[in-house]
């Protein structure tokens, strides 16, 4: 898996590195916990070990991973408190969107939502969590374009690292994609009627609804989260 070259596109070798273990961190591709070979990234990306080490330093400043001198550096676990901080800023400004979205709500628009929701539906229907998950990011992104206020997804993005890893890890709880497509359904059906009380009640239900679903998944997987042992061995690599 080669990196673009200085010369190949705007972005440096650190910054595509950085997007490169993001990615797989986000994924749970990197597990929280687990170690990262900064020698082993290098060979596999085709790259120096500088911007590996720059990229790690930048994702230890978005609180993804953590440094430990003359020790490694490994993903950081999910910490339930930077969930719920995340949680506050996406609610805040996800719901003051909608008000704004519900006053200029129109068929064009409910359709655009609605084909995303046909979409989810297709990849409920094929058991595919990770193309899900693009969906519903798209979905919530495309509710704040729709109400003018699509700049605000960088926010909610920058600050969601913790949670949108708690959000993947309980993406395997039963019936989770059935019951996130039917509040996604409820949500969009709400916006369409115009009733701005019912449409904001559904909205806030369902991004509350990841701190249910963390106490299952603490459960099945408490190795996830910074409650967990203090630091596993094992390595991650790049799928």
Not at 40 to 67: F, H, K, M
Not at 149 to 160: F, L, P, Q, R
Not at 207 to 234: C, E, H, M, N
Request: net charge negative; with cysteine.
């Amino acid at each position: 898996m080669g990196v673009r070259s200085r010369n190949q596109g705007t972005s440096t070798s650190r910054d595509v590195v950085a997007a490169e273990l993001r990615r797989g961190i986000l994924d749970l591709a990197f597990e929280p916990g687990s170690s990262l070979a900064e020698n082993e990234i290098a060979t596999e990306l085709g790259v120096s070990r500088t911007p590996v080490r720059e990229a790690v330093i930048l994702l230890a400043q978005e609180g993804l991973v953590e440094i430990y001198p003359q020790v490694g550096t490994f993903v950081s676990r999910i910490d339930p408190a930077a969930v719920a901080d995340a949680q506050f800023i996406r609610e805040a400004l996800e719901l003051a969107s909608l008000r704004d979205l519900v006053e200029t709500i129109d068929e064009s628009k409910v359709r655009r939502l609605r084909s995303i929701l046909d979409r989810q539906k297709t990849a409920v229907a094929a058991k595919d969590a990770d193309q899900f998950f693009e969906l519903d990011e798209e979905l919530h992104r495309t509710m704040l374009e729709l109400a003018g206020h699509g700049a605000a997804w960088a926010t909610v993005s920058s600050a969601k690292g913790h949670l949108n890893r708690a959000r993947r890890a309980c993406l395997p709880v039963a019936d989770t994609l059935e019951r996130m497509l039917e509040q996604h359904s409820d949500i969009v059906e709400k916006l369409a009627s115009t009733d701005p009380g019912s449409a904001e009640a559904a909205l806030q239900m369902h991004l509350r609804q990841v701190f249910r679903d963390i106490d299952v998944v603490k459960a099945r997987v408490p190795q996830y989260f910074a409650t967990g042992p203090s630091r596993p061995t094992r390595r991650a690599r790049l799928s």
